[in-house]
């Protein structure tokens, strides 16, 4: 027994016990047949005793460990916490704590809630002035930091030449324009 399923737009067959015999989709606006058999995955969320899977579906074993509150970390560095949630984790962070000028951006950013911009945009910044706090450490030590290495150039102009080439024209438009603003400013004032 054959009949047209108006809701899924298609065309199954059932037996004279109402299970399904043939497995051939007919999709409307004019798509050929489909055979669903050669669809991986087909028939995933049919009732369960049709499913390929089973029996071997099964609910995963639980794991019997207690569900208790860690140890609290003891706290050596200073660690930043959100004006939303003032208490200390039980485990957090602890090898790069505030310091330096972008340590000093950074306590001006949890002074802000984090619904407001002002305190990610100063995250932001603390994250850039960190670089260059980076750089001159490594040049007080003596090392030679290699900056285009790190940023990727020789593996951009191996794989990416024309995105390269589009991040240096943007790069000296964006440098230029702030030169020339700066300097038509300058002989304003």
């Known amino acids: 027994m054959a009949h047209d ?5 298609h ?19 004019g798509r050929p047949p489909v055979d669903r058999s050669a669809i991986q995955g087909w028939g995933a969320d049919l009732d369960r005793k049709n499913r ?10 639980r794991i019997d460990a207690p569900l208790t509150q860690p140890e609290q970390q003891r706290q050596d ?32 950013a949890f002074k802000e ?18 670089v260059v706090e980076g750089l001159v450490e490594d040049l007080a030590r003596g090392h030679v930091p290699n ?6 150039i ?5 794989h990416n030449k024309k995105g390269l080439a589009q991040k240096v024209v943007i790069g000296a438009a964006v440098a230029g324009i702030a030169c020339y603003l700066l300097k038509r400013r300058d002989h304003r004032y």
């Open 154 to 158: 020789k593996a951009e102009w191996q």
């Open 5 to 9: 399923n108006e809701h899924t737009g």
């Open 77 to 108: 560095v200073e660690v930043l916490v959100s004006l939303e949630r003032p208490h200390m984790t039980p485990l957090f962070g602890s090898p790069n704590p505030p310091r330096g000028v972008s340590g000093m951006v950074r306590r001006a």
């Open 11 to 29: 065309t199954h067959q059932h037996d004279a016990h109402g299970n399904h015999t043939g497995d051939l989709a007919v999709f409307q606006h």
């Open 113 to 130: 809630t984090e619904n407001d911009i002002r305190h990610w945009l100063l995250l932001m910044l603390a994250d850039r002035i960190d």
């Open 52 to 61: 390929p899977g089973v029996p071997m579906e099964r609910t995963p074993p």
């Open 147 to 152: 900056i285009l290495g790190e940023m990727g």
